[in-house]
């Protein structure tokens, strides 16, 4: 299986940047949907960005014009690189990975990584 290892998280006052990175320990094929996703306390593990095997990408409403998901499959690395932070982007933040099988997509999680902004 593939395991996922975030870095880059920390503090961070707002209005700041950040750039999370995703380490995975097998090769990222091209085929793979790669994303984002966060969680605070109390609330439920929500999308901020996907990038699908064909390049096109998603985000969250909230992080528009904010956010960028990129990948790098020769360094087995996926990035978000976190611009103009607001304290509300406070969150644990996983890295994803979805690979597909002939039975079916398999769904692989990070560790996560925390993101504290400061108003």
């Known amino acids: 299986q593939v395991q996922l290892v975030e870095s880059g998280g920390g503090l961070v006052q707002a209005g700041g940047s950040l750039r999370l990175s995703c380490a995975a320990s097998?090769?990222?094929?091209?085929?793979?949907?790669v994303g984002w996703y966060r969680q605070a306390p109390g609330n439920q593990r929500d999308l901020v960005a996907t990038?699908?095997?064909?390049?096109?990408?998603r985000y969250a409403d909230s992080v528009k014009g904010r956010f960028t998901i990129s990948r790098d499959n020769a360094k087995n690395t996926v990035y978000l690189q976190m611009n103009s932070l607001k304290p509300e982007d406070t969150a644990v933040y996983y890295c994803?990975?979805?690979?597909?099988?002939?039975?079916?997509?398999?769904?692989?999680w990070g560790q996560g990584t925390q993101v504290t902004v400061s108003s």
């Open positions: 994803n990975l979805i690979r597909r099988t002939s039975w079916g997509p398999t769904n692989y």
């Open positions: 990038a699908s095997s064909a390049g096109s990408t």
């Open positions: 097998r090769n990222i094929f091209s085929t793979d949907a």
